[in-house]
Each structure stands twice: as structure tokens, then as C-alpha cells.
């Protein structure tokens, strides 16, 4: 390629997120005013985190294969560094693949196809499997496929990337009750303060001062709040985003 790729930062990532999903609840909008960004973790303080998140457990929707490709993948959309942990530590990968099994279900076959469409570009552009290449190759790979370079896709490789980076942010940014922003990660690396359906006025001079510490609460740990259903039974009304999904953040009040 004669022209210099362009990098996919963690920064080209926040951009597009915006808080899609940070909040489940009706907050008062005077909370919608932009939080002041999370401050860097200590050296010591990534590792912790890594540390905290599960052992490694099944995937329900996805083959094994798919599940080491997808997780790779997202790990590189969004990857920890000296702000936090990343996707990988939000459990993104668990989450679409829970997603799958319900309101993500029409997307089923596409993540068959891309996964293996994207290994196989891999393997024929780089000459080796996209899981062992370096982390540098791995974004050499995904930067071919979101300009829709990427070879062996049904048409451009572009959606199958935008598809795959429009349900990381959810993952990393929707309420933690759907499977992602595991232990808050997504939140804490936005500086959300969580959901509340009160605001006091310490609270309020507090969120001012960028000093309201985060209440580490999902929307349904209030009683008042509706629990949703993580899966459905049928997928009559499955779709892509636009659908209504039980399994996916529901966006009434954002908290940007």
C-alpha cells in the first residue's frame, strides 16, 4: 500500500461511542452535562484489573473458533492501556455472544461468515492465522477490513467491521446487566458516575467538581426499574440495531 494506514486509537473509538447506552434510567438532564475524562491508571493499577475479571468460561452462540477470533478482535477495537482496561477486561466478546442467542440473532450467520472471512484474509495476506499474528499485523488486518480492502467477504469487508465495532461499544458502554462493562470498566474509562434516579444537591455540586465518586449500580438494581429478558424464546422480531432488543442497552437517558 503506497499510503500510510491509518491507526485505530482508543480515541477514533470514544469519538464514535459517545456514550451510546451508558445509562438505563431517566436521569434529570442536568446530568447529561459531559463528565471530565477518567484520570490514567497507575502502572500497578491495569494489572489489578485484569486480574479481577473471570476466568475463562463458555460461549453459548459462538464455536470455540469464533469466540478466540472475536475476542482477539475486540481486544484490538478496544484494547486496555495506561486509561484502563479494554474490551477484552469488559467481557465485549460475552456479551455479543450472549446477544446472539436473542435480539442479535439475525446477525448469527454474518459473524460465521465475517469471522472465518477475516482469518482467511489473514492467512492469505499475512500468511498466517489472524490469532498469531502480532498485535501490530492484528490492526494491519482489521484496518484493511474496515476500508472494505479485505478479500474472501460476500461484497466489502466494511460492514462486517462496522457491525463488529458498533456491538463492541455496546459491550464496553451499555448497562452491565446485558454481559459487557464488566466490574464498570466502560464506565469508570468514560468517568459516567452510574445511574441515579435521584440527585441531591451535593450530588449535583459534586458532578460539577468532577468529584461524584461512581455508584457502581446497573439501571435494574433499582426496584422501580423493569427487568428486562437477556435472550428470547423466538426471534420473530430479531434484528440489527435498529430493532428494539431486550439483550442490548436501552438508551433512555444518557449520561454525557
Given at each position: 500500500?503506497?499510503?500510510q494506514?491509518?491507526?485505530?486509537?482508543r480515541?477514533d473509538i470514544?469519538?464514535g461511542?459517545?456514550?451510546?447506552g451508558a445509562?438505563a434510567?431517566t436521569?434529570p438532564?442536568i446530568?447529561?452535562?459531559?463528565?471530565?475524562?477518567?484520570e490514567?491508571l497507575?502502572?500497578?493499577q491495569?494489572?489489578a484489573?485484569?486480574a479481577a475479571?473471570?476466568?475463562l468460561?463458555?460461549?453459548?452462540?459462538?464455536?470455540?473458533?469464533?469466540?478466540d477470533?472475536?475476542e482477539?478482535?475486540?481486544?484490538?477495537?478496544?484494547p486496555?492501556d495506561?486509561?484502563?482496561?479494554?474490551a477484552?477486561?469488559a467481557r465485549v466478546a460475552?456479551?455479543?455472544d450472549?446477544?446472539?442467542?436473542?435480539?442479535?440473532?439475525?446477525s448469527?450467520?454474518?459473524y460465521?461468515a465475517?469471522?472465518?472471512?477475516?482469518?482467511?484474509?489473514s492467512?492469505?495476506s499475512?500468511?498466517t492465522?489472524?490469532?498469531?499474528?502480532s498485535p501490530?499485523d492484528r490492526?494491519?488486518?482489521?484496518?484493511d477490513?474496515?476500508?472494505g480492502?479485505?478479500?474472501?467477504?460476500a461484497?466489502?469487508s466494511?460492514?462486517?467491521?462496522?457491525?463488529v465495532?458498533g456491538?463492541t461499544?455496546?459491550g464496553?458502554?451499555g448497562d452491565?446487566?446485558?454481559g459487557g462493562?464488566?466490574?464498570f470498566v466502560?464506565?469508570d474509562?468514560l468517568g459516567?458516575?452510574?445511574?441515579r434516579?435521584?440527585?441531591?444537591g451535593?450530588?449535583?455540586?459534586?458532578?460539577e467538581a468532577?468529584?461524584?465518586?461512581p455508584?457502581?449500580?446497573?439501571?435494574?438494581?433499582?426496584?422501580?426499574?423493569?427487568?428486562?429478558?437477556a435472550?428470547?424464546?423466538?426471534?420473530?422480531?430479531?434484528g440489527?440495531?435498529?430493532?428494539?432488543h431486550?439483550?442490548?442497552?436501552?438508551?433512555?437517558?444518557?449520561g454525557?
Amino acid at each position: 500500500m503506497d499510503e500510510q494506514p491509518r491507526v485505530i486509537t482508543r480515541r477514533d473509538i470514544l469519538r464514535g461511542a459517545g456514550l451510546i447506552g451508558a445509562a438505563a434510567v431517566t436521569t434529570p438532564a442536568i446530568l447529561l452535562s459531559t463528565p471530565a475524562p477518567a484520570e490514567p491508571l497507575v502502572a500497578d493499577q491495569v494489572p489489578a484489573a485484569r486480574a479481577a475479571i473471570p476466568a475463562l468460561e463458555a460461549f453459548e452462540n459462538l464455536t470455540a473458533t469464533e469466540a478466540d477470533l472475536l475476542e482477539a478482535v475486540v481486544d484490538r477495537l478496544i484494547p486496555s492501556d495506561a486509561l484502563g482496561p479494554g474490551a477484552k477486561e469488559a467481557r465485549v466478546a460475552h456479551y455479543i455472544d450472549r446477544a446472539l442467542g436473542g435480539a442479535l440473532a439475525s446477525s448469527r450467520q454474518a459473524y460465521a461468515a465475517g469471522l472465518s472471512a477475516l482469518d482467511g484474509y489473514s492467512r492469505t495476506s499475512r500468511g498466517t492465522p489472524f490469532l498469531e499474528l502480532s498485535p501490530t499485523d492484528r490492526d494491519a488486518v482489521l484496518i484493511d477490513c474496515e476500508a472494505g480492502g479485505a478479500t474472501g467477504f460476500a461484497g466489502s469487508s466494511a460492514p462486517f467491521f462496522n457491525m463488529v465495532l458498533g456491538h463492541t461499544r455496546q459491550g464496553m458502554f451499555g448497562d452491565p446487566y446485558y454481559g459487557g462493562n464488566a466490574n464498570f470498566v466502560g464506565w469508570d474509562l468514560l468517568g459516567y458516575p452510574g445511574v441515579r434516579t435521584l440527585v441531591s444537591g451535593a450530588d449535583q455540586k459534586a458532578l460539577e467538581a468532577n468529584q461524584l465518586k461512581p455508584n457502581r449500580k446497573s439501571a435494574y438494581d433499582y426496584v422501580g426499574f423493569t427487568k428486562a429478558t437477556a435472550r428470547h424464546d423466538t426471534h420473530d422480531d430479531a434484528g440489527d440495531d435498529t430493532a428494539a432488543h431486550d439483550s442490548e442497552p436501552k438508551e433512555v437517558a444518557r449520561g454525557d
